[in-house]
């Protein structure tokens, strides 16, 4: 497979040069955002946007060999793209010899350790032996940070590599729909959603008789919407109080929702809300909830135990919501994330949402839900919306986890920027009929 890199001032013209070059059966790999660097250092750096595609290697050679034909006078000879089988028989390969290289090199480094232990133990007591021995066992060969950023980055690879030998073989993307396709890559829509998508409303375009711009851009608009699973804003109303938990990794904003949640649903809807903290491994997280507790006038419970959890629901019974912010659990931390689990239980909690951060990879989102499915989340809170790239990994992140999106946030002013999901809006955010200027209102 010919792999190429391609650079061009905004993703729309990079992409214009894939299609331009390689035609529709090109490969989308990767797609990011570079800093161009200038010719003297006092000039600042220019934003790029970089496309790295590939195309059959057969194929690649048919089309140079087509438009060599077509050159020549009178030839009336056309491109052929048949070698998809080629395409996916280089990239099972390479994904086969890069696994036996990983395989090989682990091999060799414990036959490595082996022989080191047998040279030594020759001329060595057991009793001089074995403190060493448990000293290299105990120290790894590699850092273990390294070890795994290369793990991940070998992972990442083989993945981008399994998920271009899937592509191969499909429909060719339609000519008068590939500025659509371009406009959901540049939003970080995946290329297999995007693919996906364009191919749907060909179909559906191509029912209706029509071909006409504006009608497919609305309807690419209805299709997104239809993508995307919403559950509304919390409700309340009941005999006891509505008791909701915000949980996710560190740094995600938990916090800060709470109190853009806490300060909506007491100074705008009047109603009586209490909050609960558990996030006592962060003095300040504790501080600051308290800060903006005594400003909203709220009352406000620590927690650190189960037992201390029903005692404060039991305080705040005649609330009409109660918030529960959770320490940040790391995805991998089974234990923490079982004692967030047994502390919930306590608490009896009506909704549990997921709070993730949309500067997150899609793989980070997908492999987050996973691990804290354990916790009973009930939906997902997506942050940081200002501080990602492009809204498009909304989508891709909705069509992968089997979570409605509850809330969106938009910025870091308390109450301001929070808002209620709708699919509708969302939809208009991600193909660019909309944006985070035109502010929709908490509900």
């Not at 339609?174 to 749907?200: C, K, M, N």
Request: glycine share 4%; charged share 25%; aromatic share 2%.
């Amino acid at each position: 497979m010919n792999i190429r890199t391609y650079r061009a001032g905004t993703m729309k013209e990079a992409l214009d040069l894939v299609r331009r070059e390689l035609g529709g059966e090109a490969i989308i790999l990767s797609t990011r955002q570079v800093l161009k660097k200038r010719r003297f250092p006092w000039q600042k750096a220019q934003n790029e946007a970089e496309v790295v595609a590939g195309i059959a290697e057969q194929t690649d050679a048919l089309r140079q060999s087509a438009g060599k034909d077509a050159d020549r006078p009178g030839s009336n000879a056309a491109p052929s793209f048949s070698s998809t089988a080629t395409a996916a028989a280089q990239i099972t390969t390479a994904v086969d010899e890069l696994a036996e290289r990983i395989a090989r090199r682990r091999q060799e480094s414990l036959d490595d350790n082996a022989a080191h232990h047998q040279r030594h133990s020759d001329d060595r007591s057991e009793s001089t032996l074995l403190p060493e021995i448990k000293s290299h066992t105990a120290r790894p060969a590699h850092p273990p940070a390294a070890s795994d950023a290369r793990h991940e980055t070998v992972e990442s690879l083989m993945a981008q590599l399994n998920a271009a030998s899937s592509r191969l073989g499909r429909t060719e993307m339609p000519d008068d729909l590939f500025h659509l396709y371009t406009q959901l890559i540049d939003a970080d829509v995946s290329d297999d959603d995007a693919r996906e998508l364009v191919l749907q409303l060909k179909a559906n375009l191509d029912l209706a008789g029509t071909t006409d711009i504006s009608r497919a851009a609305a309807e690419l608009s209805r299709l997104v919407e239809q993508s995307l699973t919403c559950c509304g804003p919390i409700q309340t109303g009941s005999s006891r109080p509505t008791v909701a938990a915000l949980v996710g990794p560190t740094g995600v904003g938990k916090t800060t929702t709470i109190a853009k949640l806490a300060a909506n649903f007491k100074l705008r809807d009047r109603l009586d809300v209490g909050l609960v903290t558990v996030d006592t491994y962060r003095v300040a997280a504790v501080e600051q909830l308290r800060t903006y507790a005594e400003i909203i006038d709220l009352p406000m419970h620590v927690v650190t135990s189960p037992a201390e959890m029903r005692r404060s629901i039991d305080e705040l019974a005649d609330m009409d919501l109660v918030l529960i912010d959770t320490a940040g659990r790391s995805p991998r931390d089974e234990l923490r994330i079982q004692e967030l689990r047994t502390l919930l239980a306590e608490a009896n909690v009506d909704q549990v949402h997921l709070v993730m951060s949309l500067n997150s990879s899609l793989r980070s989102l997908e492999a987050t839900a996973a691990r804290f499915r354990t916790v009973g989340a009930s939906s997902m809170l997506l942050t940081k919306l200002d501080e990602a790239p492009a809204p498009g990994v909304i989508l891709s992140a909705a069509r992968r986890i089997d979570l409605p999106i509850s809330y969106l946030t938009t910025g870091q002013d308390v109450p301001d920027d929070i808002e209620a999901a709708a699919p509708a809006r969302l939809a208009r955010l991600i193909v660019g009929r909309d944006d985070l200027t035109q502010h929709a209102s908490f509900p």
